[in-house]
């Protein structure tokens, strides 16, 4: 049986699979960016990929605080794109 890569929600705290997350990264150079490979350099975060984890983690600056870095409302309009909302 293969395990499955386990990963934690900044927004949720809950423990969910991989696949089930995205990747936010803060690279080298200091630029914050969307992950969808989840290969990228640098410090990485990761967010559930629904509507509530999204604006859960804006309202407590959960990504900020893991990323150490101010996060542009360009990344989270990246994020709800993603999972559907507007």
């Known amino acids: 049986m293969k395990k499955i890569p ?6 949720t705290m809950a423990q969910l699979p991989k696949k089930e997350l995205v990747r936010i990264v803060r ?3 200091g630029q914050v960016k969307v ?3 989840g290969r990228s350099n640098g410090r990485g975060a990761y967010l559930a990929k629904t509507l ?5 983690c804006k ?10 870095c101010a996060i542009p ?3 989270y ?8 909302g507007s």
């Open 6 to 11: 386990m990963r934690r929600c900044v927004a």
């Open 27 to 29: 690279t080298p150079e």
């Open 35 to 37: 992950d969808l490979t």
């Open 52 to 56: 509530e984890a999204i604006e859960l």
């Open 59 to 68: 309202k407590k600056g959960a990504l900020a605080r893991a990323l150490e």
């Open 73 to 75: 409302d360009e990344i």
């Open 77 to 84: 309009e990246e994020l709800r794109g993603l999972v559907g």
